[in-house]
């Protein structure tokens, strides 16, 4: 039994040598309420099951209270291991500290997922598998996710689900028990009026910012009876009123003007002959995009 103790501990310490950003990445903290493993090696005695009271303490027999709340495991080890050589409890301690059970054993998955709610865990689990729990994402997401951790006091993780699941796997963070997982709705831009398709824009693309051109050709292109050298940009803007930008977007098709990067909540309208234009103001081009249907960047 004491070799196997000698085998493990000297395991841990070469696991530490050679990774240490295992430990370092770390970001499980301790809370009130939490269930703890403590162990000290070669000292069975020593070995206790404590859980956190409300005030952040575990209560050690022999050895006192000691706040371990918005510690790590690694760090409540160390603090206890540094508690007991300052007091002369012990010259050499080993303390190693595991969390048995979660005071809250749930995450809540929040926003443009299919199924929102709070769903139990018992285990850390990776923000795909949190996301999967929840029925996946809408088709209206945006793919920029974040995580609010258990202790408020943790600024919030973004996470950007990419649309390529090489590097969705590859960039995934963990969700602890108590955390929330909020799913934000994506940006959408507008393109009404002689188009093939009038419809609203999900600005989910992953690398570049969606033009006026990518935008006009997802809606289907322009009619032949469009007049697109009298097209508009209607921009809101930060005092909530709006924009109307000229934009001769006939030429932007030719090259000779460059093309139009557009900003979440920007309508494109390419108007009618002439004569059915007559009376296309920003208010009733507005209103248009509340019956708009929306068109999902494949």
Not at 21 to 30: D, H, M, R, T, V
Not at 108 to 116: D, E, N
Not at 135 to 157: E, N, Y
């Amino acid at each position: 039994m004491l070799m196997s103790r000698w085998i493990a501990f000297f395991s841990l310490l070469v696991v530490m040598a050679v990774c240490p950003g295992i430990f370092a990445q770390e970001s499980l903290l301790i809370g009130p309420g939490d269930l703890l493993h403590v162990q000290v090696l070669d000292t069975p005695e020593m070995e206790q099951h404590p859980r956190v009271t409300d005030s952040g303490e575990i209560p050690l027999v022999g050895v006192g209270t000691l706040k371990v709340a918005g510690l790590t495991p690694a760090a409540a080890a160390q603090k206890i291991q540094d508690f007991l050589i300052s007091s002369h409890f012990m010259n050499h301690p080993a303390v190693t500290v595991t969390v048995d059970q979660y005071a809250t054993q749930s995450i809540s998955v929040l926003g443009q997922v299919k199924l929102p709610g709070v769903f139990p865990i018992t285990a850390p689990r990776s923000v795909l598998d949190a996301v999967a729990l929840a029925g996946g994402l809408t088709d209206v997401a945006d793919r920029h996710v974040t995580i609010q951790r258990r202790d408020r006091s943790i600024k919030p993780i973004t996470y950007d689900l990419s649309n390529d699941a090489n590097q969705a796997m590859k960039d995934q963070v963990e969700v602890y028990p108590g955390d929330i997982v909020l799913v934000p709705h994506a940006a959408i831009a507008y393109v009404l009026g002689d188009v093939n398709r009038p419809s609203g824009i999900v600005m989910q693309n992953n690398h570049s910012q969606l033009t006026a051109m990518q935008a006009v050709s997802l809606a289907g292109g322009t009619q032949p009876s469009a007049v697109p050298s009298h097209a508009r940009l209607i921009r809101r803007l930060a005092d909530g009123g709006y924009q109307e930008i000229p934009m001769n977007f006939s030429l932007i098709q030719k090259g000779k003007r460059p093309d139009v990067p557009l900003q979440p909540d920007d309508v494109i309208y390419i108007p009618f002959s002439y004569l059915r234009n007559i009376g296309a103001n920003v208010a009733g081009i507005l209103a248009a995009t509340a019956s708009a249907s929306i068109y999902i960047i494949p």
